[in-house]
C-alpha cells in the first residue's frame, strides 16, 4: 500500500505530514512522492490567507481522479479541515475524512475507521497534551543535519486578523523531558542543528505552573553537548523578554538570527490588530537585540492593507523598515478570514491600495536585503554543510549562522560539517565563497 502527502502551509504542517508519513510507514505503508499510484492521498492543507485556502480545492479535485482509479482513500487535514469540517464532505463527497491538526497523530486509527464506518470527521479540539502528542513517534522534522523539535503547539493570542487559534486550538506544550530526550536522542544521530518550533514559543510552559518557562528551556537546550546551532520560530515581541535577550549573548551556539513578526509600525493599526506592544517597544527590543549580538540578522512578517491602514499608517511602515533594516521579511496583503474579529471591521482597504503598498514595501526590501548581502563580502563564515549546491552540481551549499545560503567549491563528503569560507560575492538570495582549507571546525 502507499500513501502519498501533498502539503501546503507553515513548518508546522510539514512536522504534521512527516508524522502522517512515519506513522502510515510503521503500519507498513511505503511513501510515495506521485498521486497515480497512491493507495492513500493525504491533502495537508493551510487557512492563514485565501490563497492556500483555495489550493486545497482544487488539489482535492485534481486527486479525486487517482481515488477513483486506485479504489483508495482521500484525506484532507489540517487547518482548512478544521475551517471547513463536515461541510468538506458534503462540497466534495469522494473525500473520505476531514481531520483536524489536532488528530494527524491518529491517521492510523482513522484509516481503520473509514474501513469500518465510511465517512469520518475528526475536528473537535483535544485539550491535553497526552493526547496530542503520542509520544511513540519521535516528533522531529529532519532536513540534512538540522532537525525542527516541536515545543508547543496552538495560540492564544487572538490577533483580529489571524485564524490560527481557531484551527489549531489553544495552546498546548509538550513536556520538557520528551523535548530533551528528542534532542539527545537527534544529536546521537549526527544532527548539529536544532530549531524549536511552536506557533508562540514564548508561552511555552505557561499553562503548567510545573512546567519550565521558553528561557529555561532554551538554556537547557543550548547547554546540551553537541547541539551546535540552536534557533527558535516563531516568536511574539510581546513576549521577548530581557532574560532570552540575554540568552543571546551568553551562548554563542543561539544562532544570531531572530524572526520577529512586527505585521505593521503604526501604534494605531497594532491595537486593532491587537498585537499588545507599540512600535517603540519594538525599536527597544532590536536595540537590545544588537547590543546582545551586533552580527544578529533579523527577519519579520509584515501585513499590508489590514482595514483602516491609512497611507500614513503604512509610511510608518516603511519607516520602521528603513530604520530596522531587516536582513529579510514575509509581506502580505491583508486577507479576511472566517471567525476572526478584524473581518467585521469597516474601512476596507482596496485590493489595488493594497497591492501598491506590497509592492513598495517589497522594492524596498530586495534593496535592503542586497546591501546586507554584499556587506558579508570579504568576510569568513561558519558555514554548515547541507550538501550539493542546487544552482551548480559541482559546488557545495550550506549555510551561516544568520541562516544566509553560502555556495562554494568543495566535496560533497564536507555534508554535515561546519567549515570556514570567505565570502566573494554577494546576490539577492545568495552567497559565494572560498573554502578556507583545513578548516573544518566540527
Ligand atoms: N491576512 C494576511 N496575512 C496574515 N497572516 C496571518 N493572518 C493573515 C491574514 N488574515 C500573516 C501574518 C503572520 C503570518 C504567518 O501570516 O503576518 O505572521
Ligand atoms: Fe496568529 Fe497572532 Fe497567534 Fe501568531 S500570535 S498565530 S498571528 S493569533
Not at 101 to 119: A, C, N, S, V, W
Not at 182 to 195: A, F, P, Q, V, Y
Not at 372 to 392: A, D, F, H, M, W
Request: include cysteine; charged fraction near 30%; aromatic fraction near 8%.
Amino acid at each position: 500500500m502507499r500513501v502519498y502527502i501533498e502539503t501546503y502551509g507553515c513548518q508546522m504542517n510539514e512536522y504534521d505530514s512527516l508524522m502522517m508519513g512515519t506513522i502510515l510507514k510503521a503500519q507498513g505503508y511505503s511513501i510515495t512522492s506521485t498521486p497515480e499510484d497512491a493507495d492513500v492521498l493525504i491533502v495537508n492543507t493551510c487557512s492563514v490567507r485565501e490563497k492556500p485556502e483555495h489550493k486545497v480545492f482544487s488539489a482535492a479535485g485534481r486527486l479525486r481522479k487517482f481515488k477513483e482509479k486506485n479504489h483508495g482513500k482521500l484525506i484532507v487535514t489540517g487547518c482548512t479541515a478544521q475551517q471547513i469540517g463536515e461541510e468538506f464532505i458534503k462540497k466534495m463527497p469522494y473525500v473520505d475524512a476531514v481531520v483536524g491538526p489536532h488528530y494527524t497523530q491518529q491517521i492510523d486509527d482513522i484509516l481503520d475507521e473509514i474501513d469500518r464506518t465510511g465517512k469520518v470527521v475528526k475536528t473537535s479540539f483535544l485539550n491535553s497534551p497526552m493526547e496530542r502528542f503520542r509520544k511513540k513517534f519521535s516528533p522531529s522534522l529532519i532536513r540534512g543535519v538540522s532537525a525542527y523539535v516541536t515545543i508547543m503547539e496552538g495560540c492564544d493570542n487572538f490577533c483580529t486578523y489571524c485564524i490560527v487559534p481557531y484551527v489549531r486550538g489553544r495552546e498546548i506544550s509538550r513536556s520538557h523531558q520528551d523535548i530533551i530526550e528528542d534532542i539527545r536522542h537527534l544529536i546521537s544521530e549526527g544532527i548539529k542543528d536544532i530549531t524549536l518550533l511552536g506557533q508562540n514559543v514564548n508561552s511555552y510552559g505557561r499553562k503548567d505552573p510545573d512546567e519550565w518557562d521558553f528561557t529555561r528551556l532554551l538554556e537547557e537546550v543550548a547547554n546540551i553537548p553537541g547541539v551546535k546551532r540552536l534557533r527558535f520560530i516563531t516568536s511574539h515581541p510581546k513576549d521577548m523578554s530581557d532574560e532570552i535577550i540575554n540568552l543571546f549573548k551568553k551562548y554563542t551556539n543561539i544562532v544570531p538570527y531572530l524572526h520577529l513578526p512586527l505585521q505593521s509600525a503604526s501604534n494605531r493599526i497594532l491595537k486593532l490588530m491587537n498585537r499588545k506592544y507599540t512600535v517603540e517597544r519594538y525599536f527597544n527590543i532590536v536595540e537590545k537585540l544588537r547590543e546582545a549580538r551586533p552580527e544578529i540578522a533579523l527577519t519579520t512578517d509584515l501585513i499590508v492593507g489590514f482595514p483602516g491602514e491609512t497611507d500614513k499608517d503604512f509610511e510608518e511602515t516603511l519607516k520602521a523598515v528603513e530604520k530596522i533594516r531587516y536582513d529579510n521579511f514575509f509581506s502580505f496583503k491583508y486577507s479576511p478570514r472566517p471567525f476572526t474579529k478584524a473581518a467585521q471591521f469597516p474601512d476596507r482597504v482596496p485590493p489595488e491600495t493594497a497591492q501598491k503598498r506590497l509592492e513598495i514595501l517589497q522594492s524596498i526590501q530586495r534593496k535592503i536585503t542586497l546591501e546586507k548581502n554584499r556587506e558579508k563580502t570579504g568576510t569568513i563564515q561558519e558555514v554548515l554543510v547541507e550538501g550539493k549546491s542546487k544552482k551548480n552540481p559541482l559546488e557545495i551549499s550550506g549555510r551561516t549562522p544568520c541562516n544566509r545560503i553560502v555556495n562554494f567549491p568543495g566535496p560533497t563528503e564536507l555534508r554535515g560539517k561546519i567549515v570556514k569560507v570567505r565570502i566573494t560575492e554577494a546576490y539577492q538570495n545568495s552567497l559565494r565563497g572560498e573554502l578556507l582549507k583545513e578548516k573544518v571546525i566540527a
